[in-house]
């Protein structure tokens, strides 16, 4: 078994309306600025805490700028429009992408490291100043990982892992999801899923991780569709935001494989949402991927609320089934083709996966070029 390694964040609040005990966290800390990263649709949601915070004192920056997946440029931009404020405490409040930046921001202020030192795994040295994060959707499980992805200069994702990411506090809040549209809603609940499923069957795979693992696919199986087809339902919301933070605690310890590594190509050449890619990609990696760990996804087949089968295999592949009846109840494309994804470009799309090795190595089947052309075909 490999070494388990876990960083938790020093404080986790979760419950629908919980974002409003978050000024008097924050007051607590005795911080006179803060630097607000967000996006322009929570700012109206944010009003509150802002003027609260105003009012004691603290001086507040806002930055609304990321708005897709940050790019290197994007990030150095909004670090050297906040190198002079003297942020004493970083909040990130909003999806995936602003969280990761918010994260990386709250390390970098303060370091003499360039972007490029810290690419990597465990290459960062520390983080000084205080952060804060607080999802506003269900999906990548930012808020808790250790873990921060930027597109590079050549379009090609780049993660930046280092237990300094970890956020000191984090507050999830599922009502700051009810506003989140149907398409979104869906993408990143699969994503989340994906996270979850991909760390139970991973070859590293640990027992610790797989208690998260297994009911975060069994929240997320459970309650998406509701979450997606009535936005408003504060209990389909409340337990996919469940599902979604403990697929964020498996990303540190074990991590993501095949799907995730296959999905950045569709990320970075033609600008697919990171949630999308793996919706796509699932089915047909788990395809790939089960005849090397029957087992396992016969398991995951129970968490998605399969009914039981005569043998291990009859499992793994109705757990396969449920993966795409959900995709469809949800509304997701399920072909490449569909999207207009050029069949001609599968090829290139293989390569460009083969160089995510720090993914593809977890996954429990060897995956080679040719098998990563097989899986995109399959996926057309």
């Known amino acids: 078994m490999q070494l388990l390694n876990v960083h938790f964040p020093g404080k986790l609040v979760f419950g629908n309306g919980s974002l409003q005990q978050l000024t008097k966290e924050i007051l607590q800390l005795s911080c006179k600025r803060v630097l607000l990263l967000t996006i322009e649709p929570l700012l109206n949601t944010l009003t509150d805490l802002k003027a609260q915070l105003e009012q004691s004192g603290v001086v507040i920056k806002i930055d609304t700028s990321i708005i897709q997946e940050p790019t290197f440029q994007d990030f150095k931009n909004l670090l050297a429009s906040c190198k002079d404020f003297n942020a004493d405490v970083v909040l990130g409040i909003g999806g995936g992408s602003v969280l990761d930046i918010a994260k990386l921001i709250a390390a970098q202020l303060d370091n003499t490291q360039t972007l490029e030192e810290i690419v990597g795994i465990g290459l960062l040295k520390g983080r000084s100043i205080k952060l804060i994060c607080v999802p506003a959707t269900s999906g990548t499980g930012s808020e808790v990982s250790p873990n921060a992805i930027l597109v590079d200069d050549e379009g090609q994702k780049k993660g930046i892992i280092s237990p300094f990411l970890v956020p000191d506090m984090v507050y999830v809040d599922p009502l700051l999801t009810i506003s989140v549209p149907a398409s979104i809603t869906a993408a990143t609940g699969l994503d989340a899923l994906t996270h979850c499923l991909e760390a139970f069957t991973n070859k590293f795979a640990q027992p610790f991780i797989d208690m998260y693992a297994f009911e975060g696919m069994r929240l997320i199986a459970a309650y998406l569709v509701d979450a997606v087809k009535d936005g408003e339902n504060k209990t389909a919301r409340e337990q996919v935001a469940m599902g979604s933070l403990l697929g964020g605690f498996c990303l540190g310890p074990v991590n993501t494989a095949g799907v995730h590594a296959l999905s950045y190509p569709l990320g970075s050449m033609f600008h697919l949402p990171h949630g999308l890619s793996n919706a796509l990609l699932l089915p047909y990696v788990m395809e790939f991927n089960y005849p090397a760990a029957v087992k396992k996804y016969a398991q995951v087949a129970q968490a998605l609320g399969c009914e039981n089968k005569e043998n291990d295999e009859e499992m793994a592949l109705a757990g396969i089934a449920?993966?795409?009846?959900?995709?469809?109840?949800?509304?997701?494309?399920?072909?490449?083709?569909?999207?207009?994804?050029?069949?001609?470009?599968?090829?290139?799309?293989?390569?460009?996966?083969?160089?995510?090795?720090?993914?593809?190595?977890?996954n429990p089947r060897e995956i080679t070029l040719q098998d990563a052309i097989s899986i995109y075909t399959a996926a057309y």
């Not at 795409?324 to 949800?330: F, P, Q, S, T």
């Not at 494309?333 to 069949?343: E, F, G, V, Y």
């Open 322 to 362: 449920k993966i795409k009846a959900l995709i469809a109840a949800c509304g997701i494309p399920a072909k490449l083709s569909d999207l207009n994804i050029p069949k001609h470009k599968i090829t290139e799309m293989a390569k460009d996966a083969m160089q995510i090795q720090r993914l593809l190595k977890n």
